[in-house]
């Protein structure tokens, strides 16, 4: 299958003796960007996806290479310019939407969107997410669940290659371990089963009252926490130690969790992991509407923007 693409030779020399990596720091986010496309975008997958140029006369000029323009694109969206106009000058327009539908926002009143889903892990790394026309959260739960095990399962798989770098396993582990640096460091402290116990699979996975039922905690999967009131309220309640009642049903075992320390401890962390998330997805990358139609498109454009943010991570820490 013939492809006619415009060369890319990111190591060609200029007028001046330097190649354009030359300019572009060690750990820059620039470089990220290019290794996790190029990881992504294998000849084979740009050959399945782009159809063959014409032969002969209808052939006309070189086209752009798609792996070049996927990392242009990816990284205007990790530096927020999500327009195509910030990025090169071309029309576009955004009509109404026939799939999306009017969604209640916090409080009071409606706007025409999706209703995103995305799961977060402790370190605020996107694990997956979707965009539906739900207007509540209670009835995704479950399949929420299943789209953050199949994410943290490909986290998992990637830290597990750690194991073989005792450098890589170090700084991994001192990155993420969440203990006093005394006992991080201490010599009874073992490194290598505190990363593996952080990043092999979800711990518990928490949720807040948007997504309370009790089919939602006894469904399958992960060991769950949902909160069962506001945060403000839960706060209030008189703390718990302990096991529940062994007579407890799942949603009273779920709000005695709620009230021991450790419950609240876990509770506590999901703001700032998945509103952390949130943040950085309309604010630092700026989506806040989308531009494509459709419901397959929006959650296109929603991981998009999902695998910018994971990557902006991956350079603050390069």
């Known amino acids: 299958m013939a492809h006619q693409f415009r060369p890319v030779d990111r190591d060609s020399e200029m007028l001046l003796p330097h190649d354009m990596l030359d300019w572009v720091p060690e750990g820059h986010a620039v470089r990220v960007v290019i290794d996790a496309v190029e990881r992504l975008m294998t000849r084979d997958l740009t050959g399945r996806l782009v159809p063959p140029s014409p032969k002969g006369p209808a052939a006309g000029p070189q086209r752009y290479d798609p792996v070049m323009l996927l ?12 327009s195509t106009r910030a990025v090169k000058p071309q029309p576009q327009r955004n009509p109404t939407d026939p799939d999306s539908r009017l969604m209640p926002v916090r409080g009071g009143g409606f706007i025409q969107g999706y209703n995103c889903q995305d799961a977060a892990a402790d370190d605020r790394l996107m694990l997956g997410g979707y965009a539906c026309q739900d207007t509540g959260d209670a009835r995704q739960a479950q399949e929420l669940a299943k789209v953050a095990q199949k994410g943290a399962a490909v986290v998992a798989a990637a830290h597990a290659a750690h194991a073989a770098d ?66 403000r309220d839960l706060a209030r309640r008189q703390p718990a130690e302990g096991p529940p009642p062994e007579d407890a049903t799942a949603v009273e075992t779920n709000a005695w969790r709620l009230r021991t320390p450790e419950g609240r401890a876990l509770y506590k962390r999901r703001a700032p992991d998945v509103e952390g998330l949130h943040s950085s997805i309309e604010d630092r990358t700026g989506l806040r509407r989308f531009s494509l139609r459709g419901l397959h498109n929006a959650t296109s454009e929603f991981l998009f923007a999902g695998l910018a943010h994971n990557l902006r991570l991956l350079a603050a820490v390069s």
């Open 166 to 231: 005792r450098v890589m396993l170090r700084q991994c582990h001192d990155r993420m371990c969440t203990l006093p640096e005394k006992e991080k460091n201490a010599p009874g402290h073992d490194a290598a089963a505190c990363h593996h116990a952080m990043t092999s699979g979800i711990g518990v996975l928490v949720e807040d009252a948007g997504y309370h039922s009790q089919a939602n905690l006894e469904a399958p999967g992960p060991d769950r926490l949902i909160a069962d009131g506001k945060t």
């Open 71 to 82: 990392t242009v694109w990816m990284y205007a969206y990790l530096r927020g310019v999500l």
